[in-house]
C-alpha cells in the first residue's frame, strides 16, 4: 500500500508494487512508521508545482533493511533505520562540507534553478520539485544512497521517538543553532507546532533564560507552557505581539525563531506558482521578530518560505543591526548521531508532541483532519 496524490485535496491509499534497486548505492525499506507533516498540506492543496498523479508522498519515515544494493556498506538486511528527509549523495561539494541539504546531485527542479540560481537537495515524496523521489507514506521504500540517507537505531529507542529523528528533530535544533541560542539568553518563538515546540524545548535544554511561544491555538500554548516551562502569548487575545514581548523582556528578545511562516494567517496561498508570476507575500510574523528581537539580535527563518515578498521591514535588520538567517531545509546528517544519543538517554523526549496514531489505510482520513485542524491533531504517528 501507498499514499498517493491525484490532485487538489485528492489522495487515497493505493496499491503499488514494490520498488526494486535501481543502482549499486540503493537500499529497499520495509516501512514501520510514518507521518505526516505541515509542509505535505502544500502538496495536498497542489501549492507546489512539478507535482504528478500517482506520485507517492512522505518524507518522514522509518523501517527494516530488506534489501541492499552491490554497493552499501553500512546497513543490512534486517537493521532498523531511520531515513533523513532530503536525500543526500554524501560526495558531492556540499555534502562533504556537512550540508546534506543543499547537496548538488540528487535535484534538477528547473523550477528551483529558475528562483534560487541553484536547487537544494531532493526530498522524499515532495514533487519533482525536490528530485521527484517516491515517498514514504508507504509500506516499502527505495532510499538512494542507503549509506548517507540512514541511520541505524538501537533496540532502546521505540519507533515512536526514532521516527522523528528524520525531520523535526534535527530540524528543530539547527533552528536554535542558527538563531544562536545559548546558556543565558531569551528567545521568541512564533508558531507552537511541532517544529516550534520541540525548538523551544531545545531552547530550555540549553539553557534559556526565557522562552517566549506565540500562537492562538490554546491546547497548544498549555503544551508550551504547562509541559515545556514557557512564556506564552495568544496572538488573537494580545494584538501587540511586539509590546507583550517588550512587557516581558524590556531589551527586547536576544533570539527570535519563525516557526510559523504567513500561510496562517494569510491563508493557504504559498507556493512557487506564485513567484513565477511575480506574486508577493506578507512577511508579517518576520517583521514582528525584527521589531521584537534586541538590538544586534538574531533571527531564523525555519518556517517554509518560497520565492519572494514585500512589505518587508528592512529598516529594522539594518538599523537594529539584526542577523537574519534562513535555515535551509535541515541538514539532518549533521545532527542525527548527537541528537539519537540525547533521545536514547531521556534527555530529550520528542513524544511530548505526539497526540495521534493511525494505520496506513487511515490515511485519506488523517489529511482531511489534519487538513482541517480537527481532532486536536499535533503529531501523529503512522503504523504501515
Ligand atoms: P504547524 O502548521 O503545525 O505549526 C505552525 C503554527 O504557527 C500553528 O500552530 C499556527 O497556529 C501558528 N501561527 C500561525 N500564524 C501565526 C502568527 N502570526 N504568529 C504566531 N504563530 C502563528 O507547522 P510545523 O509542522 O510546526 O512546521 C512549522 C514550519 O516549519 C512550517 O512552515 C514547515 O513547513 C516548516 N518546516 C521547515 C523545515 C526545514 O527544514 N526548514 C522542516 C520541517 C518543517
Ligand atoms: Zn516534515
Ligand atoms: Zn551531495
Redesign the pocket.
Known amino acids: 500500500l501507498t499514499l498517493q496524490w491525484f490532485g487538489n485535496k485528492n489522495v487515497k491509499v493505493v496499491e503499488a508494487p514494490v520498488p526494486a534497486i535501481t543502482e549499486p548505492k540503493d537500499v529497499i525499506c520495509k516501512v514501520t512508521g510514518t507521518t505526516v507533516?505541515?509542509?505535505d498540506?502544500?502538496l495536498y492543496h497542489k501549492e507546489i508545482m512539478q507535482l504528478q498523479a500517482g506520485d507517492i508522498l512522505g518524507h518522514e519515515w522509518m523501517g527494516i533493511v530488506d534489501e541492499v544494493g552491490s554497493e552499501v556498506k553500512n546497513v543490512k538486511k534486517g537493521d532498523r533505520v531511520v531515513a533523513s528527509?532530503q536525500i543526500a549523495c554524501g560526495t558531492c561539494k556540499f555534502c562533504k562540507e556537512g550540508l546534506t541539504?543543499m547537496c548538488d546531485t540528487t535535484n534538477s527542479s528547473s523550477v528551483q534553478e529558475k528562483l534560487y540560481g541553484k536547487p537544494f537537495a531532493g526530498l522524499f515524496g515532495y514533487s519533482h520539485f525536490a528530485g521527484g523521489f517516491a515517498g514514504g507514506q508507504a509500506e516499502y521504500v527505495r532510499c538512494p544512497f542507503g549509506d548517507t540517507n540512514l541511520l541505524k537505531i538501537p533496540d532502546s529507542v521505540p519507533d515512536e521517538k526514532a521516527l522523528f529523528l528524520s525531520?523535526?528533530i534535527p530540524?528543530s535544533y539547527?533552528?536554535t543553532v542558527c538563531a544562536e541560542v545559548e546558556k543565558g539568553k531569551s528567545v521568541a518563538i512564533?508558531?507552537?507546532?511541532?517544529?516550534?515546540?520541540l525548538a523551544a524545548k531545545w531552547s530550555k535544554l540549553a539553557g534559556a533564560r526565557r522562552v517566549i511561544v506565540?500562537?492562538?491555538?490554546k491546547e497548544?500554548l498549555t503544551l508550551a507552557r504547562d509541559t515545556i516551562g514557557c512564556d506564552v502569548i495568544n496572538?488573537d487575545e494580545e494584538t501587540d505581539?511586539v509590546k507583550a514581548i517588550y512587557k516581558l523582556e524590556p531589551d527586547g528578545v536576544d533570539c527570535g525563531i519563525d516557526?510559523?511562516?504567513?500561510?496562517?494567517?494569510k491563508g493557504l496561498l504559498h507556493g512557487v506558482q506564485r513567484a513565477i508570476g511575480m506574486e508577493t507575500d506578507s512577511a508579517?510574523?518576520v517583521n514582528?521578530a525584527l521589531r521584537a528581537v534586541r538590538k544586534f539580535g538574531n533571527i531564523a527563518l525555519?518556517?517554509?518560505?518560497a520565492a519572494m515578498t514585500n512589505q518587508f521591514l528592512i529598516g529594522a535588520l539594518m538599523e537594529k543591526g539584526i542577523t537574519l538567517r534562513g535555515?535551509?531545509?535541515?541538514p539532518v546528517q549533521k545532527y542525527w548521531k548527537d541528537l539519537l544519543k540525547k533521545v536514547e538517554s531521556g534527555e530529550f523526549d520528542p513524544t511530548i508532541i505526539l497526540s495521534h496514531r493511525f494505520k496506513i489505510d487511515e490515511f485519506k482520513e488523517l489529511y482531511e483532519a489534519f487538513d482541517k485542524k480537527e481532532m486536536g491533531i499535533?503529531?501523529t504517528f503512522v503504523q504501515t
Open positions: 507533516c505541515g509542509s498540506l502544500h528527509f541539504s525531520d523535526i530540524t539547527h533552528a512564533w508558531g507552537a507546532g511541532p517544529i516550534g515546540l506565540i500562537d492562538k491555538i497548544r496572538f505581539v516557526a510559523a511562516a504567513f500561510r496562517y494567517t508579517e510574523i514582528e525555519v518556517a517554509d518560505y535555515t535551509g531545509q535541515a499535533m503529531k
